[in-house]
């Protein structure tokens, strides 16, 4: 847009025109979340009492010329109030900022999880094919068995054979 346009009281101006100053929302939610986390420690509880024990005793036991804030106190309160609409804003900030990980760290355990689920079924199909494979495979008890049995009908079936070889020498000798 050119200059004489902008100015000229005839002509609407453009949707949008006003110019808000830029910030990094990442920035400013670290920043957020710093200051309310320091308003959770004790240092900061211990810090505000101070300054409002040494508030009420300036403004109770000072000369009434040297009192800023007279009894009622009411530049206190103000002040309170205003570190109060600040700090409940940050706070809230921080703690959605907080449930956005959170909810993040839960999709990825879920998707974990979901991963190891597979694999352990996976992992039990094939335990369960290799248990019918071997349930197929002879055992070296079963080959022990079998062999052992084997010899003995051998033995049994020499012994015939030698008995019938001598009993045939025994005909031919009569």
Do not use: C
Not at 106 to 112: A, G, I, K, S, T
Not at 140 to 166: V, Y
């Amino acid at each position: 847009m050119t200059d004489s346009r902008r100015d000229r009281l005839d002509q609407p101006r453009d949707p949008g025109r006003v110019k808000l100053p830029k910030f990094d929302p990442e920035a400013f939610g670290r920043w957020s979340e710093g200051i309310a986390r320091y308003m959770g420690t004790a240092k900061f509880i211990v810090y505000m009492t101070v300054v409002i024990a040494a508030w009420f005793l300036w403004n109770s036991i000072a000369p009434t010329d040297m009192q800023f804030d007279p009894y009622p106190f009411m530049f206190l309160t103000l002040a309170l109030s205003l570190q109060a609409s600040y700090a409940a804003p940050l706070i809230l900030l921080a703690q959605n900022r907080q449930a956005d990980r959170d909810r993040l760290i839960m999709e990825e355990d879920r998707r974990r999880a979901a991963m190891q689920k597979a694999d352990t079924e996976f992992l039990a199909r094939e335990i369960a094919a290799l248990r019918i494979a071997l349930g197929e495979v002879a055992t070296r008890d079963f080959l022990r068995s079998e062999l052992s049995r084997l010899a003995d009908e051998l033995d049994e079936a020499a012994h015939r054979r030698e008995k019938r070889l001598r009993m045939e020498r025994d005909e031919e000798h009569t």
